[in-house]
């Protein structure tokens, strides 16, 4: 592990982003998403990230994620150096350490509340009968114990996400990634799924980057970054 991923005081930072810039080019228009990000996030810290549309706040979660690539700069996650892996160590590394919550649930369609909870285990080659237990015990953790053979069609936006946030912890992950995830929701089930993370991620240890619109949420956050055209503007609770 390097020197710089850690603290003073020794701990060690769970993520660590140096001077990563993103350009996309679209029809030889450029678009500079990200200019020169460095954020320091400790392990086990709720950060919000906020900012206008297209300030770029998608774009980062997604090179944290390891979904996109910078174009330059370091992307460290837990001492690894993730932006030169090869995709396929990206992948497994993606599957084992990092959860995913979107605005939309993007649940299988075709796979009950429970299936879908246990395909990233699925994935990970974890034996059927285990990963149906800790499936049917992390529905139960989200209040959807009586729903597991429900198909997404048959569950409300709010059941939905609810088991969104189950298959993005059943492989224990370190970093837990969500971009809008109460985006969709009325206010009230809005708040109980934000105190539902806020209580997952206090429990499994968790560091929980949370990108929204929602001032109130993001002013619930411990850490808070602001973004502006695709710098950091502010940032209080994380080292920039
Ligand atoms: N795949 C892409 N190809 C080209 N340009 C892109 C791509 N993804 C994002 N962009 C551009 O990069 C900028 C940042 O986009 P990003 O999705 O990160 O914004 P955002 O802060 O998440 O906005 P919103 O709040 O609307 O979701 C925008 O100008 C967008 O048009
Ligand atoms: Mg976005």
């Known amino acids: 592990?390097?020197?710089?991923?850690?603290?003073?005081?020794?701990?060690?930072?769970?993520?660590?982003?140096?001077?990563?810039?993103?350009?996309f080019v679209v029809e030889s228009q450029r678009v500079?998403?990200?200019?020169?990000?460095?954020?320091r996030i400790e392990r086990g810290s709720c950060v919000s990230i906020t900012g206008r549309s297209g300030a770029g706040k998608s774009t980062l979660l997604h090179i944290i994620g390891t979904l996109d690539?910078?174009?330059?700069?370091?992307?460290?996650?837990?001492?690894?150096?993730?932006?030169?892996?090869?995709?396929?160590?990206?992948?497994?590394?993606?599957?084992?350490?990092?959860?995913?919550?979107?605005?939309?649930?993007?649940?299988?369609?075709?796979?009950?509340a429970?299936?879908?909870?246990?395909?990233?285990?699925?994935?990970?080659?974890?034996?059927?009968?285990?990963?149906?237990?800790?499936?049917?015990?992390?529905?139960?953790?989200?209040?959807?114990?009586?729903?597991?053979?429900?198909?997404?069609?048959?569950?409300?936006g709010g059941e939905q996400q609810r088991v969104a946030i189950a298959r993005a912890l059943f492989m224990e992950p370190e970093v837990l990634l969500a971009d809008e995830p109460t985006?969709?929701?009325?206010?009230?089930?809005?708040?109980?799924?934000?105190?539902?993370?806020m209580e997952l991620a206090a429990v499994h240890k968790t560091t929980m980057i949370?990108?929204?619109?929602d001032q109130m949420l993001a002013g619930r956050m411990p850490s808070q970054v602001i973004m502006e055209d695709g710098r950091v503007l502010s940032a209080t609770g994380v080292i920039q």
């Open 32 to 39: 500079e998403a990200l200019r020169g990000v460095d954020l």
């Open 114 to 156: 429970l299936e879908n909870v246990m395909m990233p285990g699925i994935i990970a080659s974890v034996r059927g009968n285990a990963a149906r237990e800790r499936a049917a015990y992390l529905l139960n953790s989200v209040g959807l114990r009586d729903r597991a053979s429900h198909r997404p069609a048959e569950l409300s």
């Open 183 to 197: 985006g969709n929701l009325d206010k009230g089930t809005s708040l109980a799924i934000q105190d539902l993370l």
């Open 69 to 112: 690539r910078p174009s330059e700069g370091i992307v460290s996650i837990g001492g690894i150096d993730v932006s030169r892996m090869s995709d396929q160590a990206t992948s497994k590394f993606r599957n084992r350490k990092l959860g995913f919550i979107f605005q939309s649930s993007n649940l299988l369609p075709e796979f009950s």
């Open 1 to 23: 592990m390097s020197e710089n991923s850690k603290t003073a005081q020794g701990t060690t930072a769970a993520i660590i982003l140096n001077g990563v810039t993103k350009a």
């Open 210 to 213: 949370l990108v929204t619109h």
